[in-house]
């Protein structure tokens, strides 16, 4: 029988009302169920919201500073535990464990940036056209905060939102992607380690469309946080709209890179081949379409192949392997559908399109890092947002076009450029309609400490990390102080 995995409400590990858990299933091995977690309902997030809620007048009234210092021994805990939770999460996602861990120690960064937050400002003075008045702002927390997350950082993603969260005043409840389910349990046995007030973080695992929905209509949750795809984070907007909740979407990416005719090639394309199959393909930044000028194509082209058939594919906890499986069964099925529409609609398959034939992968969600060229900018492989280990390869004739091209498209999330050429930089930096640019970089996010999110469909064009974040869970306070004669 698996371990299983409890809630974490107002301080203690219980299980579900409902009674029913879910299997985390390891995408490596589908025989193996990594841990069992809760299948919780409304009545779950009900206790959990209660819990935020009582707790939320004792933690909004502690000063940040002290607020700071759980955070500060949450990322010592954290580094200590750092391989035991990547290994955990690389066996319920799938990704490399040398990703797993960096994201891990990513985490630490976040916590111990957030940790300091309580000493740097937090409100401003205002000049007043009086002479006598005292003007100024004053920054509050929102109340309870929803936290809803996908499996594919499953520790960044929870730790970039909750930090900022619980710092600056905020309670939680969290709702992680039922994937990642055992991974979300241990952040929270960090943070309760670390020695939080009861009911300050609550854990509600579960499915999306059952606890997390409940967490979205209630009532008591003042604003949500999410992360995930498009068409959940629409409906999760309306939802919020409708009740007067505050909430925060970053959502999917089809993210371009350009190669210029000056660009060192090499550095393009180990980055290219990075941004497209690092983490299987599954970042919302991963790079989807590459637009190369005609006058490198082919030189570049070979390049990029040699580099995508030297990748070796296994199980993400082998340090061998390079390139783990997609997370699940669902995101398989998916990926695969795009591979084959690709081929239906036309384009020309020029490596992987399969599932690898190496031993030891029989039972896990593997499939090969593909590239297509000959792709026309109207089939669905060039529009759509696969989430797998899935390249286009475009040919362009000149950086009008492959700007064009590129922003086209209704995500604004990341973009890279190759070049070597100071004038393309910064008129590309103006070009590109994404939100995290990258030249001579694979399109990605940036450090702890810079915003993050993306433009158009991409996001809620609120942006997460750095101060950013305190845009999103403060709200402001505005006080005139007049002398009294
Ligand atoms: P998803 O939208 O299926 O699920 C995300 C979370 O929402 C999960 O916790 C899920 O349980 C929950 N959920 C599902 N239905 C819900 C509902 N009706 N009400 C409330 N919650 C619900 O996404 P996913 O498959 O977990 O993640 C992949 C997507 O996330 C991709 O589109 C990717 O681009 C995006 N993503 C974006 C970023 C970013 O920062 N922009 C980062 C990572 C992933």
Same mark, same amino acid.
């Given at each position: 029988?698996?371990?299983?995995?409890?809630?974490?409400?107002?301080?203690?590990?219980?299980?579900?009302?409902?009674?029913?858990?879910?299997?985390?299933?390891?995408?490596?091995n589908w025989d193996e169920v990594v841990g069992v977690?809760?299948?919780?309902?409304?009545?779950?997030?009900?206790?959990?919201?209660?819990?935020?809620?009582?707790?939320?007048?004792?933690?909004?009234?502690?000063?940040? *500073?002290?607020r700071g210092l759980f955070l500060e021994k949450a /990322? =010592?805990?954290?580094?200590?535990? &750092?391989?035991? +939770?990547? !290994? #955990?999460?690389?066996?319920?996602?799938?990704?490399?464990?040398?990703?797993?861990?960096?994201?891990?120690?990513?985490?630490?960064?976040?916590?111990?940036?957030?940790?300091?937050?309580?000493?740097?400002?937090?409100?401003?003075?205002?000049?007043?056209?009086?002479?006598?008045?005292?003007?100024?702002?004053?920054?509050?927390?929102?109340?309870?905060?929803?936290?809803?997350?996908?499996?594919?950082?499953?520790?960044?993603?929870?730790?970039?939102?909750?930090?900022?969260?619980? *710092?600056?005043?905020?309670?939680?409840?969290?709702?992680? /992607? =039922?994937?990642?389910?055992?991974? &979300?349990?241990? +952040?929270? !046995? #960090?943070?309760?380690?670390?020695?939080?007030?009861?009911?300050?973080?609550?854990?509600?695992?579960?499915?999306?469309?059952?606890?997390?929905?409940?967490?979205?209509?209630?009532?008591?949750?003042?604003?949500?946080?999410?992360?995930?795809?498009?068409?959940?984070?629409?409906?999760?907007?309306?939802?919020?709209?409708?009740?007067?909740?505050?909430?925060?979407?970053?959502?999917?990416?089809?993210?371009?890179?350009?190669?210029?005719?000056?660009?060192?090639?090499?550095?393009?394309?180990?980055?290219?081949?990075?941004?497209?199959?690092?983490?299987?393909?599954?970042?919302?930044? &991963?790079?989807?379409?590459?637009?190369?000028?005609?006058?490198?194509?082919?030189?570049?082209?070979?390049?990029?192949?040699?580099?995508?058939?030297?990748?070796?594919?296994?199980?993400?906890?082998?340090?061998?392997?390079?390139?783990?499986?997609?997370?699940?069964?669902?995101?398989?099925?998916?990926?695969?559908?795009?591979?084959?529409?690709?081929?239906?609609?036309?384009?020309?398959?020029?490596?992987?399109g399969g599932v690898p034939k190496e031993q030891g992968?029989?039972?896990?969600?593997?499939?090969?890092?593909?590239?297509?060229?000959?792709?026309?900018?109207?089939?669905?492989?060039?529009?759509?947002?696969?989430?797998?280990?899935?390249?286009?390869?475009?040919?362009?004739?000149?950086?009008?076009?492959?700007?064009?091209?590129?922003?086209?498209?209704?995500?604004?999330?990341?973009?890279?450029?190759?070049?070597?050429?100071?004038?393309?930089?910064?008129?590309?930096?103006?070009?590109?309609?994404?939100?995290?640019?990258?030249?001579?970089?694979?399109?990605?996010?940036?450090?702890?400490?810079?915003?993050?999110?993306?433009?158009?469909?991409?996001?809620?064009?609120?942006?997460?990390?750095?101060?950013?974040?305190?845009?999103?869970?403060?709200?402001?306070?505005?006080?005139?102080?007049?002398?009294?004669?």
């Amino acid at each position: 029988m698996s371990e299983q995995f409890l809630n974490y409400i107002n301080g203690e590990w219980i299980q579900a009302k409902s009674g029913e858990v879910i299997e985390s299933i390891n995408p490596a091995n589908w025989d193996e169920v990594v841990g069992v977690i809760q299948h919780s309902n409304q009545e779950d997030v009900d206790l959990a919201v209660q819990a935020a809620k009582s707790a939320f007048k004792n933690w909004s009234k502690m000063s940040a *500073v002290n607020r700071g210092l759980f955070l500060e021994k949450a /990322a =010592a805990l954290l580094e200590q535990r &750092a391989d035991e +939770i990547a !290994e #955990i999460a690389t066996k319920e996602m799938g990704k490399v464990l040398a990703e797993m861990k960096g994201e891990v120690l990513r985490g630490v960064a976040i916590l111990r940036y957030y940790a300091q937050e309580g000493m740097r400002t937090n409100g401003e003075v205002l000049p007043s056209a009086s002479d006598e008045k005292f003007l100024f702002t004053k920054r509050v927390p929102l109340g309870v905060v929803g936290v809803i997350t996908p499996w594919n950082f499953p520790v960044a993603i929870p730790i970039w939102k909750m930090a900022p969260a619980l *710092v600056y005043g905020n309670t939680v409840v969290f709702k992680p /992607a =039922a994937e990642t389910g055992v991974t &979300a349990a241990k +952040i929270v !046995e #960090i943070f309760a380690e670390a020695g939080l007030p009861q009911g300050v973080l609550n854990l509600v695992n579960g499915d999306g469309a059952v606890a997390g929905n409940a967490l979205v209509e209630h009532e008591d949750v003042h604003a949500i946080t999410f992360t995930g795809s498009n068409a959940v984070g629409r409906q999760i907007a309306a939802k919020a709209a409708l009740k007067g909740k505050k909430y925060q979407l970053e959502l999917g990416g089809k993210n371009p890179a350009i190669v210029l005719e000056d660009a060192d090639l090499e550095l393009a394309a180990n980055l290219t081949v990075a941004g497209a199959m690092k983490q299987t393909g599954q970042r919302c930044t &991963a790079t989807s379409r590459v637009y190369v000028h005609e006058q490198v194509y082919d030189t570049f082209k070979e390049l990029l192949l040699e580099k995508v058939r030297s990748l070796k594919i296994g199980n993400g906890l082998d340090p061998n392997a390079q390139m783990g499986p997609v997370a699940s069964k669902k995101q398989f099925d998916t990926v695969i559908g795009y591979i084959e529409k690709g081929k239906e609609e036309g384009a020309s398959l020029l490596v992987g399109g399969g599932v690898p034939k190496e031993q030891g992968l029989e039972k896990g969600y593997f499939i090969e890092p593909t590239i297509f060229e000959n792709v026309a900018h109207d089939m669905t492989i060039a529009r759509e947002e696969i989430f797998g280990p899935v390249l286009c390869l475009i040919k362009v004739k000149n950086y009008e076009e492959a700007i064009e091209k590129a922003n086209d498209t209704v995500y604004g999330l990341s973009a890279s450029l190759f070049t070597n050429n100071l004038g393309r930089t910064f008129q590309f930096v103006d070009d590109i309609e994404a939100g995290l640019i990258q030249i001579n970089g694979e399109t990605g996010g940036a450090e702890p400490q810079a915003p993050f999110g993306g433009m158009k469909e991409s996001s809620s064009n609120s942006r997460e990390q750095g101060q950013a974040a305190k845009e999103f869970f403060t709200t402001i306070k505005t006080v005139t102080v007049l002398p009294v004669h």
